[in-house]
């Protein structure tokens, strides 16, 4: 008897009060999941509502699909060379042509996607998930939002100095830059990434201070300010998520100007190092016959980033038309 007294009185007691948050966030962690998919296909309507979106969204798909599944779509190597047929026309066995060493262009060109979109080459046998174009994009956004953040949420001192150095990075012509950082750094899948995210960090932080310039005299901001929180919690929990529609919209429009970037960089023999197929390079080297007759490698390849970058731009304007829609 007194042993199970001991027992009883070794249990720690339950208060009402901890009871009711336990079963409230109980119900919180129940509600989640339904808010998530109720967001996701919200989402999908207004991206399915657009009819340029679904195209721009189209295309875009089409490449990722061929990037990710380039190995099974051809049965060459994109360094694989036919000497019997240079700068050849479609045929059967090449059914985009070859360039002047024999290359099947068909192979470059979804190989070159998959350098693009899906994986970006640090060395021979080391890539890191998601293309160079990607990765320069999302890293502009890290710095540039942080940036952005801090300058329109504290302003002040902090606000002139970030802006105005951003300014006199903006200052210089956006291609005299590129060309000036990577003549510096040389050419590489990262010294490209490097460029990209040095060119658009400054654009990205005006845009995300301008958002955050008039979000911060919200009323869930001031509450927020109430209750105590910090600045970062503020910065990144109540001000970003409002803020993410125009960052994404902006996000895919600068992964078109990456991607026309790159090919610029790859045409001046300042991207992807050869025998890189890097599309830009393929136009490049291509242009050189086609007074010829053989047009083909520079056509392939200039088709492949001016749909890559219209599908970007559409989907980014049919996204930004459907979703003023709901404001």
Do not use: C
């Amino acid at each position: 008897m007194n042993t199970t007294d001991s027992k009883n009185n070794s249990e720690p007691e339950v208060s009402d009060g901890q009871q009711a948050e336990s079963r409230h966030g109980e119900r919180s962690a129940l509600r989640s999941g339904p808010k998530i998919l109720t967001t996701f296909s919200s989402s999908l309507g207004v991206l399915f509502s657009s009819r340029i979106a679904v195209i721009g969204l189209s295309i875009v798909l089409f490449w990722v699909a061929v990037a990710v599944f380039a190995p099974m779509l051809s049965p060459y190597t994109p360094y694989e060379q036919d000497w019997k047929a240079p700068n050849q026309g479609p045929t059967a066995a090449h059914i985009l042509g070859t360039d002047e060493l024999g290359r099947d262009l068909w192979t470059r060109l979804i190989y070159g996607a998959r350098i693009v979109l899906i994986i970006l080459p640090i060395s021979e046998d080391l890539w890191l998930p998601g293309g160079t174009a990607v990765w320069g994009v999302f890293v502009a956004l890290l710095f540039g939002t942080t940036l952005g953040l801090l300058s329109g949420y504290h302003g002040g001192w902090l606000d002139e100095v970030v802006m105005r150095l951003l300014d006199a990075m903006m200052a210089i012509p956006i291609i005299l830059l590129f060309l000036i950082i990577m003549s510096t750094l040389g050419a590489s899948a990262f010294n490209v990434v490097i460029a990209i995210t040095i060119v658009g960090t400054p654009g990205i932080a005006r845009l995300v201070r301008s958002l955050t310039l008039d979000i911060r005299t919200r009323e869930y901001v001031k509450a927020a300010q109430t209750r105590g929180e910090s600045s970062w919690y503020i910065m990144f929990v109540e001000i970003l998520p409002n803020a993410r529609g125009p960052i994404i919209v902006d996000a895919m429009l600068r992964i078109g100007y990456a991607i026309f970037a790159m090919g610029t960089l790859g045409f001046l023999g300042l991207g992807m190092p050869p025998p890189s197929p890097d599309w830009g390079s393929m136009v490049a080297k291509g242009r050189e016959f086609i007074l010829e007759g053989s047009f083909w490698a520079a056509l392939w390849p200039s088709l492949a980033i001016a749909s890559l970058v219209v599908g970007l731009n559409l989907l980014a304007d049919g996204l930004r038309e459907e979703s003023m829609k709901y404001q």
